[in-house]
């Protein structure tokens, strides 16, 4: 938890650390292999950040947010299709939030850049 907190707070100098110490700690932690997938994701070390996010969707596949983590980092790849499929699993778990809605309207987004460029 404190590892979030810093990391929150944008310290990641000491919130690495105790992150990665709590995942040796408990490693069935899917929200420290979020964490660790979003902050991978914001350094653009995108391949560590899909294996955090693969991870923790493996220990809580009914977590929405392990799926926008990963239709982020798959955008971020040009790999439209696994974003489309990780916003189909995202809206599935959560249609109606104001984030599900958002979710719909980068899907839709999605699917016409993955027609485009593979017509």
């Given at each position: ?10 310290d990641s100098?000491d ?17 420290g292999y979020y964490?660790?997938?979003k ?6 070390h995108l ?14 596949p009914?977590q ?7 239709s982020?980092?798959?955008?971020r ?10 916003l ?6 959560d ?9 719909k309207?980068?899907?839709a987004d ?6 485009t460029?593979?017509?």
């Open positions: 938890a404190l590892a979030i907190l810093l990391l929150g707070r944008h100098a919130g690495e650390p105790l992150l990665r110490r709590g995942l040796e700690l408990n490693p069935n932690s899917w929200v964490e660790l997938g902050l991978e994701l914001y350094r653009m391949e560590p950040a899909l294996d955090a996010a693969k991870t923790a969707v493996s220990l809580a009914q929405p947010k392990v799926y926008r983590l990963l982020l980092i798959h955008l790849q040009k790999n439209y299709q696994a974003a489309v499929a990780d189909d699993a995202y809206i599935r778990l249609p109606d939030s104001p984030e599900g809605h958002t979710a309207q980068i899907r999605t699917q016409r850049q993955l027609e460029s593979h017509p």
